[in-house]
């Protein structure tokens, strides 16, 4: 049997939001939701008989985290381990198995095929026009709010479209709403909600949590990689750490443009006003530093000068089952851990659900995150092959693992396809598993 030990780790890494910071999700979600709608009706001309100002029962339900989007056909699909289309709506209402297999001849999706043999092929440039998927809570409700205006084109037409092309509008209303400039000119909508009234979307962190990471320090290096600029970091953890940011890192990586962090070779930046000033060499970092976008490549270099270790083992730590733990495990860089609130909210055995993971995170129209039903028993989802090959423990969150020695042993995933055990979910397997 294979196991887990975090000290046979040399440095550990973390993402930030999502797994070190908490959101209030359900408020964040909905705030995401009315900024995306008003600027499709408002910029776009997009017709508001469907666009509920606040979410429904129905709407929630709706949104899962993981679905893929077939954007050409306006269809919503939920994947199997194989990349077969298990389920799919068009707009906002589901497909049966004779539908299904017009759109998809034996449920198989060409692109799918592309994804599962590598994510990262469709993530740019044309196939990320066709093909995508939602894992964070920042792009949550693009799902609802897609098929919703699927259901509004098909309406106005009489019949559905033969291509659709609703993503322009929508990548254009996540620009409008996330671009960092935004924060830095006090402009927009997002940003200047969240910093009136932080505590509506913001969780205080745990104290124990911090210590931790501030206890772990003491033996390891340890290292922050994250997508957010570093005003964004510097907003969010002001309020959610009080506590010293550098205090807690050797070294803060921001705007890092994963997954490419862990597959490219982009430059190390200083900064200047929280902005990109002068390329930096892996040389050029220092203890304490505070960067943007990069490489890990030369942060290894890094890490390995100031720990003197020639080839130091890293475990990352995030979220985001593509950016956090398929990237940085393909690409050779580090071991990863994942971060998955689905594994909690679909209920563990002696836990309780946290009301906000429950309505958010689990939808009784798509059925788990895990675990696929069908007429012969079950499958695996798309996501839990992911998780169970990708990384090595898989935890609903962080502060489930800081009571434990650093020196015991947990049962890990095998990181083989056939690992049917899934021992590597800590500190229980959700009951979806739990009950096969």
């Not at 539908?99 to 740019?124: A, C, G, H, M």
Request: proline share 4%; net charge negative; charged share 25%.
């Amino acid at each position: 049997m294979k196991t887990f030990i975090l000290n046979n780790y040399d440095c550990i890494g973390f993402d930030l939001d999502s797994t070190i910071l908490q959101y209030n999700i359900k408020n964040l979600i909905q705030l995401e939701y009315k900024l995306i709608i008003d600027f499709l009706i408002n910029k776009r001309g997009y017709n508001p008989k469907y666009f509920n100002e606040s979410l429904t029962d129905k709407d929630w339900d709706f949104m899962q985290n993981g679905l893929f989007f077939d954007f050409e056909k306006g269809n919503i699909l939920k994947l199997s381990s194989k990349g077969k289309v298990h389920s799919a709506s068009h707009g906002t209402k589901f497909l049966n198995d004779e539908e299904i297999e017009q759109y998809y001849s034996n449920r198989l999706w060409d692109l799918s095929k592309i994804f599962i043999e590598n994510p990262l092929v469709t993530r740019n440039g044309p196939l990320s026009l066709k093909i995508r998927t939602l894992l964070t809570c920042f792009d949550m409700p693009i799902s609802i709010i897609f098929a919703k205006a699927v259901d509004l084109l098909d309406e106005e037409n009489g019949k559905p479209l033969d291509k659709y092309n609703i993503l322009p509008d929508l990548l254009d209303a996540i620009l409008d709403m996330y671009e960092r400039e935004q924060l830095r000119n006090n402009a927009g909508n997002f940003y200047s909600e969240l910093k009136r009234n932080p505590e509506k979307y913001i969780k205080k962190c745990s104290p124990e949590v911090l210590a931790w990471i501030q206890e772990l320090k003491k033996t390891k290096k340890i290292f922050l990689v994250t997508g957010s600029n570093f005003d964004f970091v510097e907003f969010t953890t002001s309020y959610a750490f009080c506590e010293n940011l550098q205090s807690l890192f050797d070294i803060i990586v921001c705007y890092a443009k994963k997954p490419g962090f862990f597959t490219e070779n982009r430059p190390f930046y200083s900064l200047k006003n929280n902005y990109e000033d002068k390329i930096l060499s892996s040389e050029e970092l220092e203890v304490g530093g505070i960067y943007n976008q990069g490489n890990f490549k030369d942060l290894h270099k890094f890490l390995a000068r100031i720990s003197n270790i020639s080839n130091p083992k890293c475990l990352y730590i995030g979220d985001n089952l593509i950016e956090d733990i398929y990237s940085p495990n393909v690409s050779g860089s580090c071991n990863t851990l994942a971060i998955i609130s689905e594994q909690l909210s679909e209920g563990m055995l002696g836990y309780d659900i946290p009301q906000d993971y429950e309505q958010v995170c689990n939808s009784k129209v798509w059925g788990s995150f895990f675990i696929l039903k069908n007429s012969s028993g079950h499958e695996h989802s798309y996501w839990n092959h992911m998780i169970k090959k990708y990384s090595k423990i898989c935890i609903p969150e962080l502060k489930m693992i800081i009571n434990i020695s650093l020196d015991e042993p947990l049962k890990c995933f095998c990181n083989e396809d056939d690992d049917k055990e899934l021992n590597g979910y800590y500190p229980a397997k959700p009951i979806s598993i739990f009950n096969l």
